[in-house]
């Protein structure tokens, strides 16, 4: 009977101690921000969302983020897709205009800068411009109603990246922050000409706020979050 007992107990520490440690783990930001598969499939995908919903256009720096727990929020549309470039978010703007979001965020262009490790790689920042002009364009005209906010990208942490690629082929490139700089430059120029606000994110630190040396961690979702907060509940 004292066996039993002290088995039950175990297990209710052991159960109390698993509901603190995932509560803080959600509080802190791990599994409370990344939209895993299953919950894409299952869930996600299949709500209904209100017509003046937010909604987050983007790469993978919108796809890892549970926005709806970053914000505390349940009306906001992630519609990230990993590896993205331009070209790829001009080719599938129909899906976001059927959404028609009252506030839309546009988190593009880090893909665009990608250069093979050790090879010239081309990288044409005027066509990604362009892309992003038309991107711009279409969303005006389609959605003269939804208010846009352009997101600079994001610096990276070349050093980092690099070793992570020892262990990681997906790892295996580099990006290099003047063109990151040349490229929101760019983005400056847009919002400017369009009468969009720019959101620039010029306080995030690849170096302590990434995974990977590009991908946010917690603490780098968090700056983000201070900068797009007061977007958010307009």
């Given amino acids: 009977m ?5 088995y ?6 052991i159960l109390i101690l698993g509901i603190l440690i995932c509560g803080t783990i959600y509080r802190e930001g791990g599994i409370g921000y990344t939209k895993y598969e299953v ?3 299952t869930v996600y995908n299949k709500r209904e969302f209100k017509n003046n919903q937010v909604t987050f256009l983007g790469d993978s720096i919108v796809d890892k983020c549970n926005l709806n727990a970053l914000f505390n929020d349940g009306n906001i549309v992630n519609k990230g897709i990993s590896g993205n470039r331009t070209i790829d978010i001009l080719n599938r703007l129909d899906d976001i205009i059927k959404l028609n979001p009252s506030i839309l965020f546009l988190h593009i262009g880090i893909n665009d800068l990608r250069q093979t490790k050790g090879q010239v790689s081309n990288i044409n920042i005027d066509k990604s411009t362009e892309n992003y002009s038309e991107i711009i364009k279409t969303i005006k005209t389609k959605l003269p109603n939804t ?6 990208i994001l610096p990276v942490d070349n050093n980092i990246i690099a070793e992570k690629s020892k262990t990681n082929k997906s790892c295996d490139f580099y990006i290099s ?7 929101n430059t760019n983005l400056k120029i847009i919002a400017l000409d ?4 720019y959101i620039n994110h ?9 995974v990977d040396g590009i991908h ?14 007061q977007y958010v509940k307009k």
């Fill in 8 to 13: 039950i107990k175990l297990f209710t520490v």
């Fill in 216 to 229: 946010p961690n917690v603490k780098g979702y968090f700056i983000l979050k201070n900068d797009l907060q």
């Fill in 147 to 152: 208010k846009i906010y352009i997101e600079s």
């Fill in 202 to 210: 010029n306080t995030f630190n690849p170096a302590t706020e990434t």
């Fill in 177 to 183: 922050n003047d063109y990151v700089q040349a490229f």
């Fill in 194 to 197: 369009n009468n969009i606000t």
């Fill in 2 to 6: 004292k066996e039993k007992n002290r």
């Fill in 39 to 41: 919950y894409a499939k």
